[in-house]
């Protein structure tokens, strides 16, 4: 029996015009009201999430939330964090000076500034609009090396990103969990983050097994989460890769594919 279900939410729980379907909404309420957790695991910040959490009544004092793709997990109500690794200043500007080399945009989430760019542009924009944020132009040269940044991401037109991303060197993925949420982002996270550690942390906070546990995604930035779950569900518009990882393969998020994987696997 499944007992938790984490849900990415662009592009699995959303559809193309960032909504939750009907059935969807009815799937995931009837698995909770079966006392299976649901949780939702995104690369968004916490505020581009709360309205979905609420709108799902996820908001109890035993809810969690998975947010930066897994750099910050805490408890809906209670804001209890119980995981929390982000990156420094020193490595948004490492990755900002490549990011110049390479010709792409680069933008980082400052605990202290919220969403800094040292140049305005529309991929930057993109990530205000989804996330309700305002953008704070920011010389990343004037970071402190000890500043709290939680991630840093390289965005540019999907061509332009693919190529900078076979320019990255090899030992940066040494040093950072890079992963591309988007066509036109690629993040760079601390190396202990990504969603399958932060589903984790989850899990053995609630006693609950990895096999009993069921993640959903469609990008590359849901693979860990995918192949830490006893069940990992990639979507029909998933990336190819992630299909290729998955258990199984669901409908489309624009065809209720997580309602049908609710139905088939937790309430059948």
């Known amino acids: 029996m499944y007992k ?16 939750i379907s009907e059935p969807t909404k009815l799937a995931i309420s009837k698995a909770r009201q079966a006392g299976v957790k649901v949780v939702l695991a995104s690369g968004r910040p916490l505020e581009g999430m709360k309205a979905k959490l609420e709108e799902l009544n996820i908001d109890g004092s035993e809810d969690y939330v998975l947010f930066y793709n897994g750099s910050k997990v805490q408890n809906v109500s209670t804001n209890e964090i119980i995981h929390s690794e982000v990156s420094n200043g020193y490595s948004a500007k490492l990755i900002a000076k490549l990011a110049a080399e390479l010709g792409v945009f680069v933008h980082a989430f400052s605990e202290q500034h919220g969403l800094i760019t040292p140049k305005h542009n529309e991929y930057t924009q993109i990530e205000a609009t989804i996330n309700g944020l305002e953008i704070t132009e920011f010389d990343f040269d004037q970071l402190e090396d000890s500043h ?25 993925h040494e040093q950072f969990t890079i992963v591309q949420s988007a066509p036109f982002f690629l993040e760079f996270l601390n190396p202990n983050s990504n969603k399958g550690v932060g589903i984790k942390a989850i899990a053995d906070h609630l006693g609950i097994h990895s096999s009993e546990v069921i993640c959903m995604g469609d990008a590359e930035n849901d693979h860990h989460m995918l192949k830490y779950a006893g069940l990992g569900i990639a979507m029909e518009n998933a990336m190819e890769e992630t299909k290729s990882i998955a258990d199984y393969i669901t409908a489309s998020n624009n065809d209720h594919g997580v309602a049908k994987a609710i139905e088939k696997f937790v309430l059948a």
Do not use: F, H, N
């Not at 959303?14 to 909504?19: A, G, P, R, Y």
């Open 4 to 19: 938790l279900v984490a849900l990415d939410m662009d592009g699995t729980l959303l559809t193309s015009d960032k909504t």
């Open 148 to 172: 709290p940044i939680v991630k840093t991401m390289m965005v540019a037109e999907p061509e332009k990103l693919t190529q900078a991303i076979k320019a990255i060197p090899e030992e940066l």
